[in-house]
């Protein structure tokens, strides 16, 4: 999946501190402090726990469920804009798949992304999900790796990793033995890049569509 742009995420922020009649800039910053949270599955009820959470933080009183669901409205519309397979993903897992090569997701993400997957084309063409707000584990650390690894039943050292280098996947993969390459799509904005620890000095190999990796398998 393309990631989305740093404008349009924060603007679903502004969006929910404006709803529930918050600090824009108090919010924010509060919203960023809990995304640990969110993206290991703290809270059992999903993203109303975590804005919940967010309020408490600010000393405002508990949103209603109605509030709630009106402050999450336009983060469910960017999913549904911008949740969608990456030029070349479905090609790949699809051949993948035709050629019997195991494959796996690893995903750092909000309890709200799963589901969206699941209605997704690209549902059933891997075989192992890894969901950081399932699993309670998150990148780079060696544990979601080898969690995804250990379900495949395969060595760390016999995959290929590919990711857009957020969060540190890339070195995280390589640490615990996989061989690891960014996508870097030639019309990427570097500007609008949402994740906050891009491999932005990663010198390990690139490709600019998925597809080149075919030839590596």
């Known amino acids: 999946m393309p990631e989305f742009p740093r404008t349009a995420f924060y603007e679903t922020v502004a969006h929910m501190a404006a709803t529930l009649g918050a600090d824009p800039v108090a919010f924010r910053a509060a919203w960023d402090r809990t995304a640990v949270d969110r993206q290991t599955g703290v809270h059992p009820d999903g993203m109303p726990g975590n804005l919940r959470s967010v309020c408490a933080a600010l000393g405002m009183a508990a949103p209603s469920d109605a509030a709630i669901g009106a402050a999450l409205a336009p983060r469910a519309a960017m999913y549904r804009r911008w949740f969608h397979p990456r030029e070349g993903?479905?090609?790949?897992?699809?051949?993948?798949?035709?050629?019997?090569?195991?494959?796996?997701l690893i995903s750092m993400c909000a309890p709200d992304t799963p589901a969206m997957w699941r209605a997704s084309p690209l549902a059933g063409l891997v075989d192992v999900e890894v969901f950081s707000s399932e699993v309670g584990l998150r990148k780079p650390d060696a544990a979601i790796y080898t969690y995804a690894t250990d379900r495949l039943g395969v060595s760390p050292q016999a995959c290929l990793y590919c990711g857009d280098g957020a969060y540190g996947e890339l070195t995280g993969a390589a640490a615990v033995g996989m061989t690891a390459y960014l996508i870097r799509p030639p019309d990427l904005n570097a500007a609008e890049a949402l994740t906050p620890e891009p491999e932005?000095?990663?010198?390990?190999?690139?490709?600019?569509?998925?597809?080149?990796?075919?030839?590596?398998?």
């Open 89 to 104: 993903a479905v090609e790949v897992l699809t051949e993948l798949r035709a050629r019997h090569v195991p494959t796996a």
């Open 200 to 217: 932005r000095d990663w010198r390990g190999p690139v490709v600019a569509d998925l597809r080149e990796l075919l030839s590596f398998v």
